[in-house]
C-alpha cells in the first residue's frame, strides 16, 4: 500500500511536472546566465450504423482502466488504473519507478479506415524515472466486444501537444518540440506530425505544413478560458476570465471588466515580457462580490508571465510573483471564421 501511495504521489508530480519543467528549467537558465490479436478490415467489411458507433464507448473511464503495449522499456502489455500505472521500483524500497499516464484532457475519435468501426487515440506519458517525459500515440479500438490497444507510436522527449485530430482517416497530431538548437527542456518549434493505420500499424506520412518557431502569434483566432490560477488550484465555477491574442495585445475579460495589455515577443522561442505600464482595464462594478479579488489576483499574474506553451491542447502561461513560479491553465474555444 506504502508504494502504491508513493506511485500515485509520484505520478501526480509527473502531471504537474510535464506541464511545468520545462518552464522551471528555462527560468533556471535564465537567472543563472530553462499480446493483442490484430484487428483486419478487408474491403468487404461494411460501414455502422450511427446506432452501432454509439455502442462503443470511448469514455475517459473506460480509457483510464485500459491495457496499453507497445512503450518502449516496457516489455508486457500494462493495465491503467484511474489512468495511471507504475512499475517496480529499480531499488528495493525505492521511490524511482516506471511509470505511465493517460493525458486524459485530449483524445480523437473517428474512422481510421473507410469501412472501419471508429477508433480512438490516446496519449500516454511515460516517464523511467530520469529527467526525459515519453510521449506515445495509442490507438484503441473494440474487438470482440472489448476495448484493445491496436497500435503504439513513439512522439518524442517532453513534447508538448497543441491539438490532435482525425481527419481524412489520418491522425493529425500538432506539436511543441526541440528545434536542432533547443535545448530538450524547452522546444521551440511548432510542427505536424500526420500517421496513417495501415494493417495495425502506424505509418507517418509527410506534412505539408511548414514548420514554424513558436512566438505569440500562434495564439491568435482563438478565444481562452482559464481554467487553473496553477496547478492544482481551479478557477471557481462562476469565474468568467477569459484571453486572446491580436495584433500583439493580450485581450479579454474578467468578469464584467474588459481588459487590453502590451505583449513583447522575446527572442527565445516562447519567451514573452508582458508590459504592464501598457495596460488598460475598465472599471465597472460587477455583481459578484469576489469580481474585484479575482482582477486583482489575475493582473498580478498576468502582468508577471514570462513564457507561454502548449500542455494537451491547453494554453501554459507561465508566471513568476513573489518568488514562486506558477503556471495559468487555459481552455481553448475555436473562434468561427
Aim: net charge neutral; hydrophobic share 40%.
Amino acid at each position: 500500500m506504502k508504494r502504491l501511495l508513493s506511485a500515485f504521489i509520484s505520478l501526480l508530480t509527473i502531471s504537474s511536472s510535464t506541464l511545468m519543467a520545462a518552464e522551471m528549467i528555462t527560468t533556471a537558465l535564465e537567472v543563472n546566465s530553462s499480446s493483442q490479436p490484430s484487428l483486419i478490415l478487408t474491403s468487404k467489411t461494411l460501414p455502422l450504423t450511427t446506432s452501432a458507433a454509439q455502442s462503443y464507448d470511448y469514455s475517459l473511464v473506460a480509457l483510464q482502466q485500459a491495457y496499453y503495449r507497445g512503450i518502449d522499456g516496457i516489455d508486457s502489455t500494462i493495465r491503467l488504473q484511474q489512468g495511471l500505472w507504475a512499475g517496480e521500483p529499480y531499488q528495493p524500497g525505492g521511490n524511482v519507478m516506471p511509470q505511465v499516464m493517460l493525458l486524459g484532457d485530449l483524445k480523437a475519435t473517428g474512422q481510421l479506415n473507410t469501412y472501419s468501426a471508429p477508433m480512438a487515440v490516446v496519449l500516454l506519458n511515460y516517464s523511467p524515472g530520469g529527467s526525459g517525459q515519453f510521449l506515445y500515440l495509442a490507438v484503441m479500438a473494440y474487438q470482440h466486444g472489448k476495448l484493445v490497444n491496436i497500435a503504439t507510436q513513439y512522439v518524442g522527449d517532453r513534447v508538448r501537444v497543441k491539438d490532435l485530430t482525425i481527419k481524412n482517416h489520418n491522425i493529425i497530431l500538432d506539436v511543441i518540440q526541440a528545434g536542432k538548437q533547443d535545448p530538450t527542456c524547452c522546444p521551440g518549434d511548432v510542427a505536424r506530425h500526420i500517421w496513417h493505420l495501415n494493417h495495425n500499424k502506424l505509418i507517418e506520412v509527410p506534412s505539408h505544413q511548414a514548420t514554424v518557431r513558436l512566438t505569440p502569434a500562434i495564439l491568435a483566432n482563438t478565444d481562452w478560458r482559464l481554467e487553473s490560477w496553477r496547478y492544482g488550484d481551479p478557477v471557481t465555477d462562476d469565474s468568467k476570465i477569459s484571453l486572446r491574442y491580436i495584433n500583439g495585445h493580450f485581450v479579454g475579460m474578467v468578469d464584467c471588466n474588459n481588459y487590453t495589455v502590451t505583449v513583447k515577443t522575446l527572442l527565445r522561442p516562447g519567451f514573452i515580457d508582458v508590459l504592464e505600464q501598457h495596460a488598460a482595464i475598465t472599471n465597472r462594478q460587477c455583481d459578484n462580490p469576489l469580481s474585484i479579488h479575482r482582477q486583482k489576483r489575475y493582473f498580478e499574474q498576468l502582468a508577471n508571465v514570462t513564457q507561454f506553451t502548449y500542455f494537451a491542447g491547453k494554453l501554459a502561461l507561465t508566471y513568476r510573483h513573489d518568488n514562486y513560479i506558477g503556471v495559468m491553465i487555459f481552455d481553448a474555444e475555436k473562434v468561427q471564421s
